[in-house]
């Protein structure tokens, strides 16, 4: 699947998807593993066209600077917060030319002034990785039009984009980045000794069972991003703290616990990981942290005996129903009464081979370091 269109005219368009971490999440940002997959029900779209100088272009929901009344702007800013993704454009165009001038890459000297602009339907702040996504899509049309998607091969893009949101705070590991760059279905081990990309091993799809993403139907009043849900965690790890090492080290073991599980079409054990690895969760940030919301939807799905942990930072949690299609229907019906939206998960397309290092088969398919 091609990662960017070519638009009449001579414009450019990249749609990367939302991202769900199945097991493993947050351990990667530790240098830990993680089972994740490209969510294809949501995307980041940014498209790139040729202009007379630079812009970036502010999206009118999520960038907008005109309002009605002051409690028109009141609401949008309980509803969107104050930073759109413009600042997510500026960054990663700034972190992709100083990658260029370090590595004394030659831009396409045909590569005039553009215009970047968005749209997203990621939900905003709900651990899908949705600044991630604009990113990416960004990156992929910066690579393309200024003739160097040779010389940034698909290893290396991930860490250009964790650097651009670095550069707004916002901490995370390398998973979604990973995910939203090569898409599918992933396990990505991060371990110290695997260098600083780390192995990662693409399974088939057919494994994936079906899964459930809950999420607020409408966007939560300024939630927490994902720096800020990390930091104090970080400081602990940083310090060299134990018991944060231990339970991280515990968090990362059900990635590859989860590959078995897929392998073997072991439902039930599948579940059980779900579950374990939101105790894990909740035990090392605290329940404050995790957020009663967030909490909420995971105990709605058990409450119809289905599996489920967030899918990234908090917002959104994934459910497995080990039972099958009766439970689903229940599971549905339980978030319409609540007013939640429940979605069966879409897994988005293989974008890239997985061979871009020492590559090797394996018996989930691909695998790359």
């Not at 967030?310 to 459910?319: M, Y």
Request: charged residues 15%.
């Amino acid at each position: 699947m091609a990662c960017v269109e070519v638009l009449p005219g001579g414009g450019l368009q990249s749609r990367v998807c939302a991202r769900v971490g199945l097991l493993g999440n947050p351990s990667d940002g530790f240098r830990g593993a993680v089972l994740g997959f490209s969510l294809a029900n949501f995307a980041a779209e940014v498209t790139l066209t040729p202009a007379a100088t630079l812009r970036l272009v502010p999206n009118p929901v999520h960038d907008a600077q005109h309002f009605e009344s002051l409690e028109a702007l009141a609401a949008c800013t309980r509803s969107y917060g104050y930073y759109g993704g413009l600042r997510i454009l500026q960054a990663m165009c700034a972190v992709f030319w100083e990658h260029c001038q370090r590595e004394g890459m030659q831009l396409s000297p045909s590569a005039g002034p553009f215009e970047l602009s968005y749209s997203t339907s990621i939900p905003r702040q709900c651990g899908l990785s949705g600044s991630s996504a604009l990113a990416a899509a960004a990156l992929n049309c910066l690579l393309r039009w200024h003739g160097v998607e040779w010389a940034v091969p698909p290893a290396a893009r991930p860490a250009l984009v964790l650097a651009a949101e670095q550069q707004l705070g916002i901490a995370a590991g390398l998973q979604d980045r990973v995910v939203q760059v090569y898409g599918g279905l992933l396990l990505m081990d991060f371990s110290p000794s695997l260098g600083s990309q780390g192995r990662y091993t693409r399974l088939d799809a057919a494994s994936l069972p079906p899964l459930y993403v809950i999420h607020a139907a409408a966007p939560p009043a300024r939630g927490k991003d994902s720096g800020a849900v990390h930091a104090s965690v970080r400081q602990l790890w940083d310090a060299g703290d134990a018991e944060v090492r231990e339970t991280m080290g515990q968090i990362a073991a059900l990635a590859e616990q989860g590959q078995r599980a897929l392998l073997a079409g072991d439902l039930e054990q599948l579940a059980a990981l779900m579950r374990r690895n939101l105790r894990l969760r909740r035990q090392l940030y605290s329940d404050a942290v995790v957020g009663a919301a967030s909490l909420a939807m995971a105990e709605l799905a058990e409450s119809v005996g289905a599996a489920a942990k967030l899918t990234g930072s908090g917002g959104a949690v994934v459910a497995l129903c080990p039972r099958g299609e009766q439970q689903e229907a229940a599971l549905r019906a339980a978030c319409e009464a609540r007013g939640l939206a429940c979605v069966r998960a879409e897994l988005g397309p293989p974008l890239h081979p997985l061979s871009d290092g020492a590559a090797a088969g394996s018996s989930a398919g691909e695998s790359a370091v």
